[in-house]
Structures are given as C-alpha cells and as structure tokens.
Nanobody, 123 residues
C-alpha cells in the first residue's frame, strides 16, 4: 500500500493550497480517509476525515469553514482544499487510510500512512 501526499508549500496568510493524496495497492473505495497534521513539538492531530463514499465528513474545529476534504474514488485520490490559511496551520500534513466504517479522529486507528507534505504559512 502506498499513499503519496503532494501539494504542500509556502503560502502567505490568507492564501490557499490544495493537498492531494494518491493511493495505490488497496481498494480505495473501501477505506475511510483522513488528513492529519503535526507541527514541531506537537502531537499528530486530525484535520479532516471522509467516509468511503464521500457522503460523510468530519472537520476539526480549528479548520471548519476553511478546509474542505473530498475524494475521487475513480482516481484513488483524496484532497484537502485549504483556504484562508493561518500561520498556525503550519505543519507537516499526512494522509491516512482506515479500513473501518466509521470516521476516526485518532491516528492509531488508521492502517496506512503517507509520507507527509510540508505546509508553511507566513504571516
């Protein structure tokens, strides 16, 4: 199984980025997908999660109204559209896959992880 995250970079506060995570080696539509982030010295926290069909989503309070998670099962890809970015959004962002049904918010519940992509928001 491989999860390849991309799309990170350096952006000014108020800007936007779109992260992508391409999955291979698994039946993508059978997995709940999540985006997590980890800032230096901090724990890895959930940002958003999306159900197998895409009909259900979860967002951390800190990103509600600014970030949108989506998926394209035909392309085996999950996305994270990030708008109105703030310096506190700076972190390494990881995508993860979970073989369960319900949306999970804790990292240890996920089965597979991507390598992470750095997002840096300057003030």
């Amino acid at each position: 199984v491989q999860l390849q995250a991309s799309g990170g970079g350096l952006v000014q506060a108020g800007g936007s980025l779109r992260l992508s995570c391409a999955a291979s080696g698994l039946i993508f539509s059978s997995y709940t997908m999540g985006w997590f982030r980890q800032a230096p010295g901090k724990e890895r926290d959930v940002v958003a999660a999306i159900s197998r069909s895409g009909s259900s989503t979860y967002y951390a309070d800190s990103v509600k109204g600014r970030f949108t998670i989506s998926r394209d099962n035909a392309k085996n890809t999950v996305y994270l559209q990030m708008n109105s970015l703030k310096p506190e959004d700076t972190a390494v962002y990881y995508c993860a896959a979970d073989g369960g049904v319900s949306l999970k918010t804790t990292p240890h519940r996920y089965d597979y992880w991507g390598q992470g992509t750095q997002v840096t928001v300057s003030s």
